[in-house]
């Protein structure tokens, strides 16, 4: 069984987390970018948000979902959830800018699935809300974002059920109003599920893949 943590014990430990990143050498992604992005916000956050990758803001300040995208992120948990960044915990599948924000590589996702893993396990949020499509794909593999977003469902994850809500990227509802809507009225049912003890959601089930996917959809 998990042990039971502090919040001082899991600080620390995603700190530990923090330096192993910072100090990783073993990509080129990570040997070339300016800072390294593990991760921030509440070790006793009930929401976990997943996105892709550092981009260009993120890669300066060495923290996540600081540029446009993030932006949007904050203004909407605020404006639907009242949390504030720091309520929640915000990371990335991916812990270094890849160049020209061009997508993560299999290797650079596998180079920083324990990182990431081991964040999951010591945060242990109640739902985790995947942004875009490669942290939905950790998750649920082979379907198509536009057609399963803002649907809520139990996936085992380490011998735990966990509730994994997939999101439109924020960054592709910047580019698309139509995808706007839909953003903010996921948003609106993560505060639902969230006010939810006994949400009443399905357990993953294998879905074919959908033949033609759009960068972020
Ligand atoms: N996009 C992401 O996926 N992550 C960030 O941290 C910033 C932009």
Sequence with gaps: MAKIMTTQEKQAELDK??????????????????????GEGNPEAQIMFIGEAPGF???????????QAGKLLEKTLKDVLN?????????????F???DNRDPLPDEIEACRDWLDRQINII?????????RFSMAKFIPDVSISRIHGQARYVDFNENKIIIFPMYHPAAA???????????????KLKTLLGNNQPDI???KPEPAKI???SLF
């Design 17 to 38: 987390i923090a330096r192993e990143i910072k100090e990783f050498k073993g990509l080129d992604i990570a040997k070339n970018c300016t800072l390294a992005v593990p």
């Design 57 to 67: 803001n993120e890669d300066k300040e060495g923290r996540p979902f600081v540029g």
């Design 83 to 95: 949390l504030g960044r720091f309520d929640v915990y915000i990371t990335n599948i991916v812990k």
């Design 97 to 99: 800018r890849p160049p």
């Design 202 to 204: 399905p357990v993953a």
């Design 124 to 132: 242990h949020p109640k739902i985790i809300a995947t942004l875009g």
């Design 212 to 214: 033609t996917q759009t």
């Design 174 to 188: 910047l580019r698309a109003g139509a995808v706007m809507n839909e953003f903010i009225q996921d948003f609106n």
